[in-house]
């Protein structure tokens, strides 16, 4: 190897050590823009339901000063979803995925109950089995909310149906009506005796499980004797969507931020439906003339040391750059 080959291949190696030297540089620098002291070191642990993870990245990623984008992912069988993903390492992305978590709905209330998670966003409130298992381990949760979704009803895009009512619904799951003939409308034109009504629910505990049984159903009894019933137990709410969109019989629920922002269905593969006269949208939502607008909520333990960096984000969110954030998760703000 001649003098002038060696410098040569000497400053390559140079510059290559370098150059891998300020990317790790960069990929480390996680330092909080709002929070003094805050970086990924100790962020604390943010848990929740599938539907808030956008936000729970967004909300790190802000506070972290990482920039983020929208990516659509294939999960199986040519469906796929969006995500909001944070630019950085893979070294970096370990440590994020430790902190910001989705364990779904119930998951993170347990988690949260039993100090695995120190915070947690949830597209609904505690359901009467988690309060009471929080009490029993001594616990109060404090459940703030943050901003605006929706509860809403889909159809698969062959049926011609565009709205019920709540009364409409309350007969389908109780079992007064089942078929869709009943309604005036024909799912297989000319062939009326194939309009039976699919009604999918998902499991208990589920985010939207417990919004149906809470602004839908209230105290009222599901039809046990559905056709094939345990065929209707839907056990992720992708799972409960990819079913709709392959039977033109079905009606299914999930929640306005869900089906908009994460599955982002087109008129071929699903339809959501007006209730009682209101199709759910940013507008509706917002006014909360749509009957089954909900809330999100950040959740805290009531014991949670407010000198923690945990309860600095809490109290972060509720300020004009925390709303600003939230906003950019494309949540409607409360």
Known sequence: MNRLTFNIVVLVL???VFCMSCNKEKEESTISPYIEG??????????????????NTV???????????????????GSSN????????????KKFDKVVKCSQTHNSIINLIDRKADI???????????????ETKGITLIETPIALDAFIFIVNPKNPIVGLTTQNIQDIYTGKITDWGEFGVEIY?????????????????????????LLVMA??????????YEERLVFTMQGLLDEIGRDPNAIGYTVYYYNEYIIRPNEKYLKTIAIDGVKPNKQTITNRSYPYTTEVYVVIRSDLDKSSMAYKIYEWLRTEGGREAIS???YILN
């Open 219 to 228: 105290d009222l009894e599901y039809y046990t004797r559905l056709p094939i």
């Open 38 to 55: 805050l970086s990924i070191d100790n962020y604390p642990i943010i848990d929740g339901s599938t539907s808030t993870l956008p936000l």
């Open 328 to 330: 950019k998760s494309e």
């Open 59 to 77: 909300i790190a990623c802000e506070l972290m000063g990482l920039n983020y984008e929208w990516i659509e992912k294939e999960i199986s069988h």
């Open 189 to 213: 034109p000319g062939y009326p005796e194939h309009s039976v009504i699919n009604p999918f629910i998902r499991n208990p505990n589920s985010g939207s499980q417990e919004l149906m049984d």
């Open 14 to 16: 140079f510059a290559t």
């Open 120 to 134: 947690l966003f949830t597209a609904r409130t505690m359901s009467p089995d988690e309060q009471k298992y929080a």
């Open 82 to 93: 969006w995500s909001i993903e944070p630019k950085i390492g893979s070294s970096l992305r």
